[in-house]
T-cell receptor, first 114, second 112 residues
Framework: NSKVIQTPRYLVKGQGQKAKMRCIPE?????VFWYQQNKNNEFKFLIN????????QIDMTEKRFSAECPSNSPCSLEIQSSEAGDSALYLC????????????FGSGTRLLVI | QQKVQQSPESLIVPEGGMASLNCTSS?????YFWWYRQHSGKSPKMLM?????GEKEEGRFTVHLNKASLHTSLHIRDSQPSDSALYLC????????????FGQGTSLSVVP
């Protein structure tokens, strides 16, 4: 069982609907990452946080995606207006601080946009 | 754009055989390499990491790293059907804000 808890496991949304997923990082891990894994197994980095602050995010995240990691609450990733191309596995990972720290991944949220 | 290229895309080996997977980064600023394994329908799990030139062995798994060519390889000896999975190579730089960049993976099938 993963120490990073993601909910829900599956999410089905219509185009234009909001899609929200949550992540509880491993205890003691201040850095949280969101990745999108498509059907070709390609990983796309979306955003990362250290504690509550955004470190880096890609353009896609800045426009339709929003994310936060409030203190004492789960982190979340929300797609404001879902598109068919957003259908993918969304993986949350956490790590200790430091470039040589490995990631612990959650089980993912599989989003299907119909 | 930092890229991590893996080869081959897919690999079939007989049970008990040796599986060899390759990975190269095109970013000269990369310093750390990881290998993750992802079974079908599951999340990636860290298998091994390597940060220095040379070789590292853990049980049936051996990784090599050549920092000059930014090439790493993973070798699995005495392959088992349970080793069948997607193997992902990832690399990062030295900045404390550095994120892992993943390759597209090698799909390994170990057949009895």
């Amino acid at each position: 069982n993963s120490k990073v808890i993601q909910t829900p496991r599956y999410l089905v949304k219509g185009q234009g609907q909001k899609a929200k997923m949550r992540c509880i990082p491993e205890k003691g891990h201040p850095v949280v990452f969101w990745y999108q894994q498509n059907k070709n197994n390609e990983f796309k980095f979306l955003i990362n946080f250290q504690n509550q602050e955004v470190l880096q995010q890609i353009d896609m995240t800045e426009k339709r995606f929003s994310a936060e990691c409030p203190s004492n609450s789960p982190c979340s990733l929300e797609i404001q207006s879902s598109e068919a191309g957003d259908s993918a596995l969304y993986l949350c990972a956490s790590s200790r601080q430091g470039a040589n720290s490995d990631y612990t991944f959650g089980s993912g949220t599989r989003l299907l946009v119909i | 754009q930092q890229k991590v290229q893996q080869s081959p895309e897919s690999l079939i080996v007989p049970e008990g055989g040796m599986a060899s997977l390759n990975c190269t980064s095109s970013d000269r600023n990369v310093d750390y390499f990881w290998w993750y394994r992802q079974h079908s329908g599951k999340s990636p799990k860290m298998l091994m990491s390597i940060f220095s030139n040379g070789e590292k062995e853990e049980g049936r798994f051996t990784v090599h790293l050549n920092k000059a060519s930014l090439h790493t390889s993973l070798h699995i000896r005495d392959s088992q059907p349970s080793d069948s999975a997607l193997y992902l190579c990832a690399a990062s730089g030295t900045s404390s804000f550095s994120k892992l960049v993943f390759g597209q993976g090698t799909s390994l099938s170990v057949v009895p």
